[in-house]
């Protein structure tokens, strides 16, 4: 299953919280609540967590324009279903590997995804029993039809920041090159599947304003660095697009 990409429609007044910032809130605040559930032996501490859950729930709900108390209810709900006990309940971000896979025309592999329409690079969940590289490779393979060996680690970015997700989840992105296969999109994940020039990508591109010229330094044997989001301050107030 793949993390679907979600590009940002914030435009940020002063003073004024964006929709990124609210969903992170709403995720950071859910995420504390359901590792406390999984620690505490303690009824009391049990609805006080539950409530922050409720809290939490408003936020997203209110983000998506679904107010009434059965969504909310629907949210809680989803969550505390996902909360275990002790160091398994420990709530973290989902882990996800991406393929910046580049040809001998300085062209980019994108895909398009059936569900959203939206094109960003192959990517997908870290599978358990596969190391990162590994997923790479099979991810590139089923949804493009394209074999490809791992060059590199590029960038490690967080995905609610970027506005590639509305998840948890940290975005490991690695550089690839071609070696067969042949392009063919996945019949039931992509709606298409192609290589791009950095001055010809399609619409809507998930996130690209941040890995773009990044990514296709890398793809021209630049000696690039590791991208990684920089340390705001504070950080639940800093710049929500400070990189």
Known sequence: MDPTPTPSTDTPDEGVPTVKQLLRWSEAL??????????????YEQERF?????????????IDGNAGAEDVDGVVHDWLETVGKGVPGYVTPKVAVGAAVGNDKGEILLVQRAD?????????????GYSAPEVVVKEVLE???IEVEVVRLI?????LRVGMSRIPLYSLVFQCRPVGGELKAHPLEC????????????????????WGEHVFAALRGEPIEVLYDSVRSPVWRGDPDKV
């Open 116 to 128: 959203s329409g939206i094109w960003l690079y192959p990517t997908g969940w870290a599978d358990v």
């Open 191 to 210: 709606a298409d599947v192609g290589w791009f020039p950095l001055d010809h990508l399609p619409f809507p591109l998930a996130g690209a304003e941040r």
């Open 155 to 159: 960038a490690v970015l967080d995905g």
């Open 143 to 145: 949804e493009t039809g």
């Open 30 to 43: 859910a995420g504390i609540a359901r590792t406390g559930l999984g620690f505490t032996e303690s009824l």
């Open 50 to 62: 539950e409530e922050v859950l409720h809290v939490a729930a408003d936020i997203r709900a209110a």
